[in-house]
């Protein structure tokens, strides 16, 4: 067996500190340049196409799905792919966003005539901006790193690690400018964890809850709380019952029902049956809003031991109702 050579730990340590030292000196870099660059990007009316050669291609398609995922189309183009047809993707209305640690990487300077003559606007970031590229942008960032990780100092490692956290800086910057909200993020990240999460009640609430009015008889409460919402295999196990404002004045479950029966039962009183929802109703339910996050919502219920749950609008209007099963569906944890 192949004797391996003793494991340099103190490399190890070098490559973090000369990346990290990479990325600290980008801190004091960013100037009207940078604010420029997310202007154009606020503008861009159409896509964002990031576009870079090897490493840098790489650190491209990180950035495009970062950009995406927080509100701003945008792809990765292949700049070799580009010359032989891909270009076609490229309308008046984008931005093209170049990476290049040398700004003379061949197959992006390609590109720059086509570019320039359907009136694109360009941002390069590049470790050099007074090279082709960056002269030929709308706006150059400087990305440069004063040497790589590499012991050699050829495989590129502290420039790209560079490149990618000025492109997270402008992505984050560029979301907050738009005014990107969680809901947002959750509506991108249907499938996704941090999407569930910031889910609102709104998204899973079902909007025709079973309600009756105050007087209503008996017949009439244990009809609404039998009725299925459409989507659903089975009932709430409840209705709302409001006044005749519309205003939400309680609840009635069916364990409200058998507490009355029982209750009828043991002390031999009337009929239920000729009671009123005013009579039965539990007063002052718990309700949450459509715009609470989902996780709470369920959080309060399990709190509260309840499997459904009236959301209510301005002026304690009935807006719909939710159950405990459907935010288990949804695999909020």
């Not at 899973?204 to 809850?209: G, I, Q, T, Y």
């Amino acid at each position: 067996m192949t004797r391996l050579a003793a494991i340099d730990i103190a490399l190890a340590r070098k490559v973090l500190q000369t990346e990290a030292d990479a990325i600290l000196a980008l801190i004091d870099r960013l100037d009207g340049r940078f604010e420029q660059a997310v202007q154009i990007l606020l503008d861009c009316r159409g896509r964002v196409l990031v576009t870079g050669m090897g490493k840098s291609g790489i650190i491209c398609r990180k950035l495009a799905a970062t950009l995406s995922s927080t509100g701003t189309p945008a792809f990765f183009l292949h700049p070799a792919e580009a010359v032989h047809g891909d270009l076609g993707a490229l309308q008046s209305d984008d931005v093209i966003l170049a990476l290049s640690n040398s700004g003379e990487t061949e197959e992006l300077l390609r590109l720059l005539e086509t570019i320039k003559r359907l009136g694109a606007r360009m941002i390069a970031m590049t470790g050099d901006c007074a090279s082709t590229l960056g002269q030929a942008a709308d706006v150059a960032l400087d990305c440069h790193v004063s040497e790589e990780a590499c012991p050699m100092n050829l495989v590129p490692t502290a420039s790209t690690t560079a490149s990618l956290a000025l492109g997270d800086a402008l992505a984050m910057t560029l979301f907050v400018a738009k005014g990107f909200r969680q809901e947002d993020f959750a509506n991108i990240h249907p499938g996704g964890r941090l999407g569930k999460r910031l889910m609102r009640v709104e998204q899973l609430m079902h909007v025709d809850a079973p309600i009756v009015q105050l007087q209503a008889s008996m017949p009439d409460v244990m009809q609404a709380m039998s009725r299925t919402a459409p989507g659903r295999l089975r009932s709430f196990g409840m209705t709302c019952v409001v006044g005749g404002d519309g205003r939400l004045a309680g609840v009635i479950t069916d364990g409200d029902l058998r507490r009355l029966l029982m209750s009828a039962q043991q002390s031999g009183s009337g009929s239920v049956l000729d009671r009123t929802a005013a009579d039965v109703m539990s007063r002052s339910p718990v309700t949450v809003s459509r715009a609470m996050l989902a996780v709470e919502a369920l959080r309060l219920m399990e709190e509260k031991k309840i499997t459904s749950v009236v959301v209510v609008g301005h002026a304690q209007q009935v807006d719909g109702v939710l159950h405990v099963h459907d935010l288990w569906r949804t695999q909020l944890f």
